[in-house]
C-alpha cells in the first residue's frame, strides 16, 4: 500500500508561485496514476490536475490551466504541481491520490490513496 506525503504548501501573496511535492513511500511510484485535489472550506474535494504512470500525459481543471503543470520524477517517487500566478480563490487544502490500474481520472473516489494533505493560502 502506497503512502504519500506533500510538502511545499504555505502562505503566499496573489502572483506568488509555489510547489507541492508528493512524495511516495513505493518504488513501484511509476505504476501509479497521480491526481492532484483541493478542498476550500465548504466546498467538494476538487480536482486539479493529473498525470499518467510515465508522466506523458497531463490533464489540468479549467481553473488550472496556463497557470499549473503537473510533473513527476518517478525516479525520485515524487511528483509535483508548479502553481504560478496564485489567486485567493486557489487558497485551499491541496491533496495528492495515486490509483494503480485504470487511466488518469478527474473523479476522486477512483483514486485510492491520498496524502494528508498541505495548506496552501493565498493571500490579496
Known amino acids: 500500500q502506497v503512502q504519500l506525503v506533500e510538502s511545499g504548501g504555505g502562505l503566499v501573496q496573489a502572483g506568488d508561485s509555489l510547489r507541492l511535492s508528493c512524495a511516495a513511500s513505493?518504488?513501484?511510484?511509476?505504476?501509479?496514476?497521480v491526481g492532484w485535489f483541493r478542498q476550500a472550506p465548504g466546498k467538494e474535494r476538487a480536482f486539479v490536475a493529473g498525470?499518467?504512470?510515465?508522466?506523458?500525459?497531463?490533464y489540468y481543471a479549467d481553473s488550472a490551466k496556463g497557470r499549473f503543470t503537473i510533473s513527476r520524477d518517478n525516479a525520485k517517487n515524487t511528483v509535483y504541481l508548479q502553481m504560478n500566478s496564485l489567486k485567493p480563490e486557489d487558497t485551499a487544502v491541496y491533496y495528492c491520490?495515486?490509483?494503480?490500474?485504470?487511466?488518469?481520472?478527474?473523479?476522486?473516489?477512483?483514486?485510492?490513496?491520498w496524502g494528508q494533505g498541505t495548506q496552501v493560502t493565498v493571500s490579496s
Open positions: 491520490a495515486a490509483r494503480n490500474y485504470g487511466a488518469t481520472v478527474s473523479y476522486a473516489n477512483a483514486y485510492d490513496y
Open positions: 513505493e518504488r513501484t511510484f511509476s505504476n501509479y496514476h
Open positions: 498525470i499518467s504512470r510515465g508522466g506523458g500525459n497531463t
